[in-house]
């Protein structure tokens, strides 16, 4: 069974510029949640998708958004990026809620260096 | 606000030398604990999920336990390939969906 990937998994912009990263989830999961990883702060959560529905947000500036299409896959956009935004980006996804607790899956993750 | 912090940061550790990794947490309520490993490069890899207290869950020379107010990660005899960054999180009982609050990690160094 194929694991979560990123794409792309290495990222060079520039501030001010924007940024779109793709995320495909295990098959037959619907569940679908970013974190953002840095050496300072850790991992972060920044939001979760279910069913194409936004579930719940993390303490982000708007400038980061995402969105979940029918197959589940997911997009993170974030625009008007700051220097502060270079960290590794990371998606999980888990396969239902009507389990107790379902376990997260992560993809590799995409490294996005702002300069 | 939820809280998660582990300890130590970093570990050194000789081969076949056990020790125990800590996470404590603060959270209104607990609906489950995880655990991750994370080498360099690449996304956490699951371990274990600890729903309530005094359950304990294993795996190779990995043994997780959970109490009210800390987990702990027992490390048995390790060897180089358990070289890692070990993650601790928490799912508080009313978030709403999938929501992880993470520690800091431990950063586990096995010399051979």
């Known amino acids: 069974k194929a694991g979560v990937t990123q794409t792309p998994r290495y990222l060079i912009k520039t501030r001010g510029q924007q940024v779109t990263l793709s995320c495909s989830p295990i098959s037959g999961h619907r569940s679908v949640s970013w974190y953002q990883q840095t050496p300072g702060q850790g991992l972060q959560f920044l939001f979760e998708?279910?069913?194409?529905?936004?579930?719940n947000k993390g303490n982000f500036p708007g400038r980061f958004s995402g969105r979940q299409f029918s197959n589940s896959r997911s997009e993170m956009n974030v625009s008007t990026l700051e220097l502060g935004d270079s960290a590794l980006y990371l998606c999980?996804?888990?396969?239902?809620?009507?389990?107790?607790?379902?376990?997260?899956?992560f993809g590799p993750g995409t490294r996005l260096t702002v300069l | 606000e939820d809280q998660v912090t582990q300890s130590p940061e970093a570990l050194r550790l000789q081969e076949g030398e056990s020790s125990s990794l800590n996470c404590s947490y603060t959270v209104s309520g607990l609906r489950g604990l995880f655990w991750y490993r994370q080498d360099p490069g690449k996304g956490p890899e699951f371990l274990f999920t600890l729903y309530s207290a005094g359950e304990e869950k294993e795996k190779e020379r990995l043994k997780a336990t959970l109490t009210k107010k800390e987990s702990f990660l027992h490390i048995t005899a390790p060897k180089p390939e358990d070289s890692a960054t070990y993650l601790c999180a928490v799912q508080p009982d009313k978030a709403a969906g999938n929501k992880l609050t993470f520690g800091g990690g431990t950063r586990v160094l096995v010399k051979p």
């Open positions: 998708y279910f069913s194409e529905t936004q579930r």
């Open positions: 999980a996804s888990s396969p239902s809620v009507i389990r107790l607790l379902p376990e997260q899956f």
